[in-house]
């Protein structure tokens, strides 16, 4: 139906940047919220960024003035922007997407994962 690709993680310093972007595809009718999440070993996955089909966006208190969320609607894609890396934002980076779809003449609705991306932040 509809899938989600995450690319851009790996590894960077302390104080550096990197861009996710995570791209929907499928029997897409429309995308609604989106938004980034992660999850470092032994702790729950948590939301980092969220942004709504007009643009608005909103972020946890530990990413803002560092991270930017933004889409891109004609591209299905959504992206985050990471700027001054800290060792503590190491974690799988995961996308998810709110979606409706087409399928068999109808439409359902559902929230989508992607894979996840690694971001290591180390020296």
């Known amino acids: 139906q509809v899938q989600l690709v995450e690319s851009g993680g790996g590894l960077v310093q302390p104080g550096g940047s990197l861009r996710v972007s995570c791209a929907a595809s499928?029997?897409?009718?429309?995308?609604?919220?989106m938004g980034w999440y992660r999850q470092a070993p032994g702790k729950q996955r948590e939301l980092v960024a969220g942004?709504?089909?007009?643009?608005?966006?909103n972020y946890a208190d530990s990413v803002k003035g560092r991270f930017t969320i933004s889409r891109d609607n004609a591209k299905n894609t959504v992206y985050l922007q990471m700027n001054s890396l800290k060792p503590e934002d190491t974690a799988v980076y995961y996308c998810?997407?709110?979606?409706?779809?087409?399928?068999?003449?109808?439409?359902?609705?559902?929230?989508?994962w992607g894979q996840g991306t690694q971001v290591t932040v180390s020296s």
């Open positions: 998810n997407a709110d979606v409706s779809y087409y399928y068999g003449g109808f439409l359902g609705r559902k929230a989508y």
């Open positions: 499928g029997s897409i009718h429309n995308i609604y919220d």
């Open positions: 942004i709504s089909a007009n643009g608005d966006t």
